[in-house]
């Protein structure tokens, strides 16, 4: 599986974002799927993941409400809505796959990975 985020930009606080990720691969369709950050001097860490059917998913506490995590499997696409920006959202943002969903868990678990794409949020 090879993945491609895109999506990202400035928005200022209480703005909105929806990064894509666009997969390819022929399994692709059966894979869980996650959307990490990473910002400055920390950990990269999970965000949000969806099943592969998309019938499941699970947040960070810190985005619940905020973020909804989606899949169009026909399209080979993962997206992440942001509503609600605030400064504390900016980082890289990254899309990432794996066979078996799980509740979101750490990188580690992660097999495939697409470049970063940098979200900025301005007070």
């Known amino acids: 599986v090879q993945l491609q985020a895109s999506g990202g930009g400035l928005v200022q606080a209480g703005g909105s974002l929806r990064l894509a990720c666009a997969a390819s691969?022929?399994?692709?369709?059966?894979?869980?799927m996650a959307w990490f950050r990473q910002s400055l001097g920390r950990e990269r860490e999970p965000v949000a993941a969806i099943s592969w059917s998309g019938g499941s998913t699970d947040y960070t506490d810190s985005v619940k409400g905020r973020f909804t995590i989606s899949r169009d499997n026909a399209k080979n696409m993962v997206y992440l809505q942001m509503d609600d920006l605030k400064p504390e959202d900016t980082a890289v943002y990254y899309c990432?796959?794996?066979?078996?969903?799980?509740?979101?868990?750490?990188?580690?678990?992660?097999?495939?990975w697409g470049q970063g794409t940098l979200v900025t949020v301005s007070s």
């Open positions: 691969g022929p399994t692709f369709s059966t894979y869980a």
């Open positions: 990432a796959s794996k066979k078996y969903y799980s509740n979101i868990s750490g990188a580690p678990n992660y097999q495939y």
